[in-house]
């Protein structure tokens, strides 16, 4: 499974079945499939003069199989060594939340459920109808977080996505943990996700602040 679509279990909210944190969710989305992409090989940063966030340009490797990261690498290929971390995570997260939802329906994952409010207003929620795999993402991700297990580096990108969009980290089991303790330990994680995880979260943080104090 995608990380992308790790993150969107992850952000699915059970009892209301709707998607939480959607304002970057895209951009976090191409977040994702950049870290995967750069984790498989097929994408490196190279340093941009007089700018802190490197570009991305891809590096021949074999093309992946999941056709997700084939659309990802495509996009990617369109601007080889052209554009930012940034513009090229807010490009792969473009019309990519939908079908990444229809794939975790396709794989038992979810269920989708069409209906309307009052009979008129459309409306689509999600169900969570194998929850296997989102109760082990918790459990790994409260297992780095409170136990200090080394996280694999899919997992650190996925807290610096998460953390990136001020995610509360409440479905986690914090065994005793203080709040301090928790954030300190996101902190540390997601300063050693490394890119593209950390160019990604920070910008989306940074504008989340500013629309905040706006």
């Known amino acids: 499974m995608l990380i992308a679509e790790d993150l969107l279990l992850l952000l699915l909210d059970e009892e209301s079945r709707k998607l939480t944190k959607t304002r970057y ?3 976090c989305l191409g977040g994702a499939l950049l870290v995967e992409l750069a984790l498989g090989g097929y994408v490196e940063a190279i340093p941009w003069r007089f700018h802190e966030m490197k570009r991305v340009r891809i ?21 080889d060594g052209r554009w930012s971390t940034w513009r090229i995570s ?10 990444l939802l229809a794939h975790l329906v396709q794989v038992g994952v979810l269920r989708r459920h069409d209906d309307k409010v009052w009979g008129l207003i459309p409306r689509r929620r999600w169900e969570l109808r194998d929850g296997r795999h989102r109760h082990n993402l918790i459990r790994q991700i409260g297992d780095v977080l409170t136990r200090r297990v080394d996280p694999e580096p899919r997992t650190a990108g996925l807290v610096a996505l998460l953390d990136g969009l001020k995610w509360d980290f409440e479905m986690i089991d914090r065994r005793g943990t203080s709040e301090d303790q928790l954030v300190s330990r996101i902190h540390e994680v997601r300063d ?13 943080a940074s504008l989340i602040r500013a629309e905040e104090n706006s």
């Not at 590096?59 to 601007?79: F, H, N, S």
């Open 59 to 79: 590096t021949g490797a074999p093309a992946p199989k999941d056709p997700g990261l084939v659309i990802a690498l495509a996009r990617v290929a369109e601007k």
């Open 192 to 204: 050693g996700a490394g890119w593209p995880a950390n160019e990604v979260a920070g910008m989306i």
């Open 25 to 27: 969710m895209e951009e």
């Open 90 to 99: 807010v490009r792969l997260g473009e019309e990519m939340k939908q079908p």
